[in-house]
């Protein structure tokens, strides 16, 4: 696959993210969230992965493709309302990111491969699923953590914590535990894996 191709494609979900209304302050500057999201996502996959498929790549960038079309708030409160929003997500995120890829001239086997990576079909037994889940563990660890944290109460965190382990490889593990987290965080995580 030709990398120009490629190249078009990832600036084309940045265009597509880039009109996030909501905005995040990142070294000073105001950016649209989902696009620093992507780009982070990109970083973090290119540091967990020395030679990640032009597959993952794309599905990596393309993992929260203007997610602010649908709100959690569009959904019914608590747990079932939030399974809801999460799955009606992975479809949103692989619909947007095929028709974004076709716009771009992919193939159809090119674009289903993507749209079942971002669904994340399979993460048990397809590797590159699981090294896509690994990969969004490890953004929210090293980027998100430290906002939630004041947000949530101890216990929370803590199941949190535990749930994102544990749908991480021990690849996933390795690389998290080389995170430089702050202390407060570092001791939560001890406390939660113990």
């Not at 992919?106 to 889940?133: C, G, W």
């Not at 991480?168 to 535990?177: I, K, P, V």
Request: charged share 25%; hydrophobic share 35%.
């Amino acid at each position: 696959m030709h990398k120009d191709l490629l190249d078009n494609t990832l600036a084309a979900f940045d265009k597509a993210n880039a009109c996030d209304p909501n905005m995040e302050i990142y070294k000073g500057k105001e950016i649209p969230r989902e696009l620093l999201y992507g780009q982070r996502m990109s970083e973090e996959l290119s540091m967990f992965v020395s030679a990640p498929s032009v597959h993952l790549q794309l599905a990596a960038r393309a993992q929260h493709i203007e997610r602010w079309q649908s709100p959690r708030s569009d959904y019914p409160d608590g747990r079932s309302g939030y399974k809801k929003w999460r799955s009606q997500l992975y479809l949103f995120h692989a619909q947007r990111a095929g028709e974004i890829m076709q716009a771009q001239g992919y193939d159809q086997d090119d674009i289903d491969r993507v749209r079942f990576l971002i669904q994340k079909r399979q993460m048990k037994t397809d590797q590159e699923s699981q090294t896509l889940e690994d990969t969004v563990c490890l953004v929210f660890l090293r980027h998100y953590i430290e906002a939630f944290a004041l947000k949530h109460s101890q216990e929370k965190l803590i199941g949190i914590i535990q749930k994102t382990w544990n749908k991480m490889s021990e690849n996933g593990h390795q690389a998290a535990l080389k995170i430089n987290f702050s202390e407060k965080i570092f001791s939560l995580l001890q406390k939660s894996l113990q």
